[in-house]
């Protein structure tokens, strides 16, 4: 009995997602070619390998909030949605 309790715990700790997390703020610039974007607090996000993601008509001065996956200690994993806020 005790195996399994362990082979649950073990199984269940292996199948934990990544840890979801989202930056938000107002886009400064955003280099179309290059897929770099600049927000308003100096971060600067490579979007290359989520181009897709990125909303038709990013410009200069909307409110977006990215989420992205985060990948521990080596900062930020994936980028899995862009969103530009109404205004």
């Known amino acids: ?7 649950a715990l073990l199984g269940s700790t292996l199948a934990t997602p ?3 997390d989202t930056a938000g703020g107002t886009v400064v ?3 179309r070619v290059d897929h770099v ?4 607090d100096k971060t600067v996000w490579d979007l290359a390998p989520a181009g897709e993601l990125v909303p038709e008509g990013l410009s200069a001065g909307n409110k977006v909030t ?13 980028i899995t949605a862009i969103a530009v806020e109404s205004q």
């Open 1 to 7: 009995m005790r195996l399994i309790s362990a082979l």
């Open 18 to 20: 990544a840890l979801a």
């Open 29 to 31: 610039a955003y280099d």
């Open 37 to 40: 974007l600049v927000l308003d």
């Open 66 to 78: 990215i989420e992205y996956d985060s990948a521990g200690d080596s900062g930020v994993g994936k």
